[in-house]
């Protein structure tokens, strides 16, 4: 038996107001195949689809599913069987999946699938709890079949981020397509470097010492690579010894 979904309400009532949108240029661009005339326009809207999913950082050739765009070009899937397709790649997975606990990893799915920002941690929790009872390929088909995304993009129409409140927008918060992939806990286990990054025009840089240079070196690696330094000189000299032999 399957844990059904759990109820949430939105944290705050300003996610429903058109007021508190920034209007004109801060409007999303649509990318839909229902006014696409042209093979250019199609590459448009794949764009716009990886840009969703995979945010602006991570756009790269490697991470293409090329298959998928040839069946979208030829009408085979519609662009909502694109993004699920996107979604269950396994650059996605090891991107953001394997990055993240179920917590931030559901917040991610419902900004990027849903256009919108999670209404309070309860809602995270809920998708969360369906992310471990059902999987990956669950949580995803559960949000690609939910009511709010077929009304809002349907199945021919790129998820873009439906909400840019302007309280938001003027505390520096970026959009989802620039956000980091990963949480803070999975930044922190990230390998730090040794010495202290200057923050500021006038910060100073770490006074050298020869006592904490000599403890903080890797003297294995170090002793390594000075013995096959010293190895191939040594090589060296005998193929130079033994070529003047041979030509005296």
């Not at 801060?26 to 689809?49: C, F, G, K, S, W």
């Not at 419902?110 to 919108?116: E, K, V």
């Amino acid at each position: 038996m399957s844990i059904p979904l759990l109820e949430y309400a939105p944290l705050s009532q300003n996610h429903r107001v058109k007021g508190f949108e920034v209007p004109s240029d801060e409007q999303p661009r649509i990318y839909t195949t229902d006014n696409i005339l042209a093979a250019t326009e199609m590459d448009v809207l794949i764009a716009a689809a990886y840009r969703q999913i995979f945010n602006e950082q991570q756009m790269l050739d490697s991470y293409r599913q090329r298959f998928l765009e040839s069946q979208l070009r030829a009408g085979q899937i519609t662009v909502r069987d694109f993004i699920r397709g996107l979604l269950m790649s396994d650059s996605f997975r090891r991107l953001i999946y394997d990055s993240n606990n179920n917590y931030r990893f559901a917040e991610i799915c419902i900004q990027r699938i849903l256009g919108r920002n999670v209404y309070s941690d309860r809602e995270k929790h809920a998708w969360s709890i369906v992310l471990a009872t059902k999987g990956l390929q669950g949580l995803i088909d559960e949000l690609l079949n939910t009511e709010e995304y077929l009304s809002n993009f349907g199945y021919d129409t790129v998820p873009y981020q439906r909400r840019r409140i302007l309280p938001q927008r003027t505390q520096g918060e970026l959009p989802f397509a620039r956000m980091a992939r990963y949480g803070t806990d999975y930044r922190d286990k990230l390998p730090r470097s040794y010495f202290t990054i200057p923050t500021g025009m006038f910060a100073q840089s770490e006074r050298f010492s020869l006592s904490v240079f000599i403890a903080r070196a890797n003297w294995t690696t170090s002793l390594s690579l000075i013995g096959f330094v010293l190895l191939v000189a040594f090589l060296l000299i005998l193929f130079s010894e033994a070529n003047s032999l041979i030509g005296g």
